[in-house]
Every structure is written in structure tokens, then in C-alpha cells.
């Protein structure tokens, strides 16, 4: 069974900065097969990052996704007000536990 | 566009059977699969299983033996069936469209349902 981790739990920034978000699997994963999603307060996830790599409809430019094998990134270039949320990465059926990423 | 809607009941009595059913609007059921994606209170997610349009399923290891997920191809609807629920089993339900990399694109507003007596 791969199980997922995230770092850093929190991570607490300003709107306009970079932040970087890690994945870990405990073996090596298919890319094709990790996604990342956010969640807000009281909403659904939303699909950002398919594959790795690939944005998802409507998901902004400031989000992109790398790596490979144990580890994968989510990067937002510029965090706009709406982006503070809880980020979760996935593959196959396993989530991460989050990255919340807060003010 | 594709929007999905979860029903069914809020409070299901320890013991007995959690049963949801999702609705699927402006799309249809076939290519894709369908997943139950639950949250327990205050934790992150949980993957229950998934149905392909033909029927084929998948589920999590630790729900198996509890899980039954069915969809209905006239109704436009898939359905979750948990058995011998307990308080663990208290979360937001989501039911969401998935691809076959098991990415979820579309998500449903998710439905509480709490188990007590």
C-alpha cells in the first residue's frame, strides 16, 4: 500500500509570494496517476494538477506540477487571495493528509 | 456542464446502512468512472470505491467487505451502499467524476451524514 505525505503541514505566506508544496509516496508512482486538488472551508475539492503535470480546466497558470518517481511538487508562482485553502495530493486511491496554506 | 448531486438520508442509526445516491446532470454516466470520496469531521479524505459506466468496480480495501457502489444507467444516477455503519462512519460523502488515473474533476457539494442512535 503507497502512502503519501505532505510538507510542510502549514505553510504561511503573504498574497504575491511563491510557495512550494511537497508530496512524498513511500515507492515509486506513476506520474500519470498523481493530482493535486484544493479545498476551502465548507466547499468540495477542486481538481488543479492531473497527471503530474497537466492543469485541469479553468485551473490558473500560476499553478504548475513537477516530479517524479517518490516526489512531486505544486507550485503557485503568485498566491492570489483565493488560493489560501488546504492542498491535497493524490495517487491512484490514496490522498496526502494537506498542506494548509494560510495568511 | 456535468454537476453532480448527492442525496439520502443525514442520520443512519449505528449498525444499520448508509445508502446515497448521486445524480448526474448535463452529462451522461458512459466513459467515465465514479467515485465516493467521504471526510470525516475535521480530517482529510478517505477514497471509498469507484464504478465504471460498464459496471466494474473498485474499492478501498478497508471498506470492501462493508461497501457496495451500483449505478443506474436510465436514471443517470450511481449509488453507495455501507453497511454496519458506526460512529467512524460519520463524514461528508462526495460523489465525484473520475477519470481512469483516478484524477476527480467534477465533484458533487457532498451530503453530511452522521451515524447515532
Known amino acids: 500500500e503507497i502512502v503519501l505525505t505532505q510538507s510542510p503541514g502549514t505553510l504561511s505566506l503573504s498574497p504575491g509570494e511563491r510557495a512550494t508544496l511537497s508530496c512524498g509516496a513511500s515507492?515509486?508512482?506513476?506520474?500519470?496517476?498523481l493530482a493535486w486538488y484544493h479545498q476551502k472551508p465548507g466547499q468540495a475539492p477542486r481538481l488543479l494538477i492531473y497527471?503530474?503535470?497537466t492543469r485541469a480546466t479553468g485551473t490558473p497558470e500560476r499553478f504548475s506540477g513537477s516530479g517524479s518517481g517518490t516526489d512531486f511538487t505544486l507550485t503557485i508562482s503568485r498566491l492570489e487571495p483565493e488560493d489560501f485553502a488546504v492542498y491535497y495530493c493524490?495517487?491512484?486511491?490514496?490522498f496526502g493528509p494537506g498542506t494548509k496554506v494560510e495568511i | 456542464q456535468v454537476q453532480l448531486q448527492e442525496s439520502g438520508p443525514g442520520l443512519v442509526k449505528p449498525s444499520e446502512t448508509l445508502s446515497l445516491t448521486c445524480t448526474v446532470s448535463?452529462?451522461?454516466?458512459?466513459?467515465?468512472?465514479w467515485s465516493w470520496i467521504r471526510q470525516s469531521p475535521g480530517k482529510g479524505l478517505e477514497w471509498i470505491g469507484c464504478?465504471?459506466?460498464?459496471?466494474?468496480?473498485s474499492y478501498n480495501p478497508s471498506l470492501k467487505s462493508r461497501v457496495t457502489i451500483s449505478l443506474d444507467t436510465s436514471k443517470n444516477h450511481f449509488s453507495l451502499r455501507l453497511s454496519s455503519v458506526t460512529s467512524a462512519d460519520t463524514a461528508v460523502y462526495y460523489c465525484?467524476?473520475?477519470?481512469?488515473?483516478?484524477?476527480?474533476?467534477?465533484w458533487g457539494q457532498g451530503t453530511t451524514v452522521t451515524v447515532s442512535s
Open positions: 465525484a467524476r473520475t477519470y481512469n488515473s483516478r484524477a476527480m474533476d467534477v
Open positions: 464504478i465504471y459506466f460498464s459496471g466494474t468496480t
Open positions: 515507492q515509486s508512482v506513476s506520474s500519470s496517476y
Open positions: 493524490q495517487h491512484d486511491e490514496t
Open positions: 448535463g452529462g451522461s454516466l458512459v466513459s467515465y468512472y
Open positions: 497527471g503530474a503535470y
